[in-house]
Protein backbone atom coordinates (compact mmCIF):
# COMPACT_ATOMS: atom_id res chain seq x y z
CA UNK A 1 0.00 0.00 0.00
CA UNK A 2 1.12 3.29 -0.93
CA UNK A 3 -0.34 6.99 -0.29
CA UNK A 4 0.00 9.26 -3.72
CA UNK A 5 -0.35 12.64 -4.79
CA UNK A 6 -1.46 13.47 -8.58
CA UNK A 7 -2.40 16.13 -10.43
CA UNK A 8 -5.81 16.21 -11.70
CA UNK A 9 -6.73 15.69 -15.23
CA UNK A 10 -2.76 14.44 -15.67
CA UNK A 11 -1.08 11.65 -16.97
CA UNK A 12 0.30 9.64 -13.68
CA UNK A 13 3.92 9.76 -14.37
CA UNK A 14 6.91 11.95 -14.08
CA UNK A 15 5.95 15.33 -12.16
CA UNK A 16 2.37 14.97 -11.54
CA UNK A 17 2.36 12.20 -9.27
CA UNK A 18 4.06 11.91 -6.12
CA UNK A 19 4.42 8.11 -4.32
CA UNK A 20 5.31 7.41 -0.66
CA UNK A 21 6.51 4.90 1.41
CA UNK A 22 5.03 1.57 0.31
CA UNK A 23 4.14 -0.39 3.73
CA UNK A 24 3.31 -4.10 4.40
CA UNK A 25 2.02 -4.55 7.71
CA UNK A 26 -1.01 -3.42 9.57
CA UNK A 27 -0.53 0.07 11.34
CA UNK A 28 2.25 1.30 9.76
CA UNK A 29 1.82 4.35 7.72
CA UNK A 30 2.57 5.25 4.25
CA UNK A 31 3.35 9.30 3.85
CA UNK A 32 3.76 11.09 0.53
CA UNK A 33 4.81 14.81 0.54
CA UNK A 34 3.32 16.78 -2.27
CA UNK A 35 6.07 17.66 -4.87
CA UNK A 36 7.99 14.49 -3.25
CA UNK A 37 9.69 16.59 -0.74
CA UNK A 38 9.08 17.25 3.14
CA UNK A 39 9.60 21.38 2.62
CA UNK A 40 6.36 21.62 1.02
CA UNK A 41 4.82 21.66 3.95
CA UNK A 42 1.56 19.21 2.56
CA UNK A 43 1.14 15.67 3.04
CA UNK A 44 -0.88 12.70 2.94
CA UNK A 45 -0.58 9.79 5.44
CA UNK A 46 -2.78 6.39 5.20
CA UNK A 47 -2.44 3.61 7.87
CA UNK A 48 -3.92 0.56 6.43
CA UNK A 49 -5.60 -1.95 8.64
CA UNK A 50 -4.89 -5.52 6.33
CA UNK A 51 -6.90 -9.04 7.16
Sequence with gaps: MTA???KTD????????????AVD??????VCW???SSQSDSKITVTP???
Excluded: L
Aim: some cysteine; overall charge positive.
Design 4 to 6: CWW
Design 10 to 21: APKAGKNVYYGN
Design 25 to 30: QSGEPS
Design 34 to 36: YGG
Design 49 to 51: TFG
